[in-house]
């Protein structure tokens, strides 16, 4: 099949088990030291591991996974070795002292909670799942998208906050100048289900014209069952997401 995927997509690798270590390759990441089963990076076209990566590891970060009852840490050093090897990269790293946050989530049979040090974006996640043998979990490619396609690192606060009556002056219709949100105003009820280049809805980049201004998203909401699906999720296909219950 072929794929029109834009130039300025991410092209993320994740590795599971032997490709684990080969996802640290393309992502010039040398991590011997996290002893994980799954690994997630953006893929570095420079790394020529061993001349470059062994030189200095990726800046950018890396997403990680475990589960309680792995071969890799079980019986060995177990979860709490796993969250002490964690916690000793920020040292390596050179970064300061603080709390870790956590993210609880429970997906196809396993609870897991997911790790992230806000002022070492370097270190990247780590997410532990309980009682999970040496095997893919079904979520984890949409969880390892959702943390390294993001945007901002975890240390970078908001320029602003974002104006939720402003159209998207950037948004046009398969890329077409004339088919801005000005023409999306014209036929809301049709034109708002249409897509640019990258996917996005008019519906979520039209704001004016398809007057969703004053809507705010809740925190707190996910699609029923589904944890990790939250409204940044929703909002990446509001016509189709927008009809799906939360779990209340």
């Not at 177990?78 to 000793?88: M, P, R, S």
């Not at 956590?102 to 309980?130: F, H």
């Not at 901002?152 to 602003?160: F, G, K, L, M, W």
């Amino acid at each position: 099949a072929t794929y029109d995927v834009p130039s300025s997509s991410p092209v993320i690798a994740l590795g599971f088990s032997n490709g684990a270590g080969l996802a640290c390759l393309l992502g010039c990441h040398n991590s011997p030291n996290l002893w994980v089963a799954h690994v997630g990076v953006h893929v570095d076209w420079s790394a020529d591991y061993p001349s470059s990566c062994a030189v200095a590891d990726s800046p950018l970060p890396e997403w990680n996974a475990i589960g309680t009852e792995d071969f890799f840490i079980s019986p060995g050093i177990g979860e709490a070795g796993v969250l002490d090897q964690f916690t000793n990269l920020t040292e390596t790293f050179g970064c300061p002292d603080e709390d870790w946050v956590t993210a609880d989530g429970y997906d196809v049979g396993w609870n897991y909670t997911c790790y992230e040090y806000p002022s070492c974006s370097k270190l990247g996640e780590l997410c532990i799942y309980q009682d999970m043998t040496h095997v893919i979990h079904p979520n984890m490619a949409s969880l390892t998208w959702e943390f390294l396609t993001s945007g901002a690192p975890p240390t970078a606060a908001p320029t602003s906050a974002p104006t939720m009556c402003d159209d998207d002056e950037a948004w046009r219709y398969k890329g077409k100048s004339s088919k801005d949100c000005d023409w999306v105003s014209k036929k809301p009820h049709k034109y708002c289900k249409k897509t640019d280049t990258d996917g996005m809805e008019a519906l979520a980049a039209c704001s004016t014209s398809c007057d969703t201004c004053g809507c705010t998203d809740e925190e707190t909401w996910y699609r029923a069952g589904k944890p990790s699906k939250g409204c940044d999720y929703v909002a990446k296909k509001p016509s189709k997401y927008c009809d799906y219950e939360g779990e209340d």
